[in-house]
């Protein structure tokens, strides 16, 4: 059985712990409000954008104007991949990782055979993991959540839409953590580019509207403002499943800090009991001798 002194020492350290868990519980917490309020604001505008752009293309007999929609065949395919910068949130980064490279194993085997699959980072924590594991990793935008708003998230899929453009890449993969609530993050592969125009099957969005200037200018205008707001409300469901991570995992940690404080404080307990009844048989069999 351990010293007293050393179990005293543990209790005082996992105490210690748990005040710095529940401190970036509470942090996490007011952190989540934030961002929850801001994927749940934007993702009603996201779906209703797509619903228009899918009920003016239903209509149209040729939508490839635009060179956003054009497919191609995937000979060299770029994956997104959106983690976090910091760790200590459990599995959040681990799984969303995880995801990427069985997309790299299986979706894109061939063209990682051949070193057409490339990687952009945005979170430290997924970099790490994919370089760890040999990826080639082209670029980063780790920064984006030092200060995420639309009109940085926009210049980096700006880039993404360029890069499609100039066919430097045939395909453009988004893997994030969808937000789904503060325990439940649902890893999440979309596909950016090229944008895949779904017919719209519900007869009663196709009213007889006017339009101006044309359905086909307005589709060109709608696609790249569609791909940015997809791009947009990715990173935030990404920081809101990542506060809500976070929250659940210190939230475990404080409880788990707990639960080892009874059982060292009961451990201490049975060690110093130990130690009195010692001393008490000593100075009992002293005085038996003394008396003999």
Known sequence: MAGLKEIRTRIASVKTTRQVT??????????????????????????KLHQILTSLSASLENVEGSVYTQAREPEKV???LVSSNRGLCGGFNA????????????TYAQQQKLGKLDFMCIGKQGERQLKHRGF????NENSLFEELSFENVSKVAEAAMKAFEDKTYDRVELVYNQFKNAAVQVQSTEQFLPVKMEEDNDSNTNFNFIYEPSKENI???LIPRSLKIQFYKALLDSNAAEHGA??????QAT???TTLIGDLTL?????????????ILEIVGGAEALRG
């Open 219 to 221: 589709i060109k205008e």
């Open 267 to 279: 451990e201490y307990n049975k060690a110093r009991q130990a130690a009195i009844t010692g001393e």
């Open 255 to 257: 409880d788990n800090a």
């Open 136 to 139: 080639k990793v082209v670029a």
């Open 95 to 106: 799984n969303v990782s995880k995801k990427a490279i069985e997309l790299a194993a299986t």
């Open 246 to 251: 976070r929250m659940t995992a210190m939230h």
């Open 78 to 80: 770029l994956v997104i």
């Open 22 to 47: 529940s401190a970036m519980k509470m942090v996490s917490a007011a952190k989540l409000k934030k961002a929850q309020d801001a994927i749940m604001q934007i993702r009603p505008y996201a779906e």
